[in-house]
């Protein structure tokens, strides 16, 4: 979930950032360039189209691809600025001093993109890894057995709740509502 809002930031911080003198480049607000579209707008739209993806997937290969859209968006905010000169952009220069530059760096990229991989990456993670549940679910249905589920369900600190490997009563387990009634009204004396 925190994908989306970091994605959003990374896309409309240099926009809104020259309001509070906070930026590269340009001190002019909302100034458009493809640098900034390069550098902050593609792997912005990544990171939100990644997480958007992962909120509402219930198919585990398309969160997977989800993340991973998310991961490569947060890598290009981490080393975008390293490999843009090669075809000479650049963000501009830092709008503050030292310490504020510093801030500026990692708040825009660096920073920005290492949150946004670990993130995408512990829900990748996620979703590689097959809950103890879901095997033992997968086995018991290959196996076919009903008995050979039942074993595997009993085993282990995260075996399933009881009520999951119990079978519904049957119709003639089942007291009728006229025989509760009856039970209830006699007393000690009349129970067996």
Known sequence: MLLVPLGVWGGLIPFVGPYFDFGFGSSNAWDYNTDRLVLSILPAVAVIVGGLILLISANRPVAFIGSWLAILGGLWFVV?????????????????????????????????????????ATALGRFLVVGVREARRAAAERAGAEG?????????????????????????????????????????????
Do not use: N, Y
């Open 80 to 120: 975008g600025t390293t490999i843009a000169p090669l075809w000479d952009a650049s963000p501009g220069a830092a709008l503050g001093g030292q310490t504020r530059r510093i801030a500026e760096q990692l708040s825009f990229f660096q920073g920005l993109g290492a949150i946004i991989i670990m993130l995408a």
């Open 148 to 192: 050979v589920a039942a074993e595997g369900t009993r085993q282990g600190s995260t075996a399933a709740p009881v009520w999951e490997r119990q079978e519904g009563p049957s119709r003639d387990a089942q007291e009728s509502p006229r025989d509760a009634e009856h039970a209830r009204h006699a007393g000690p004396h009349h129970r067996r």
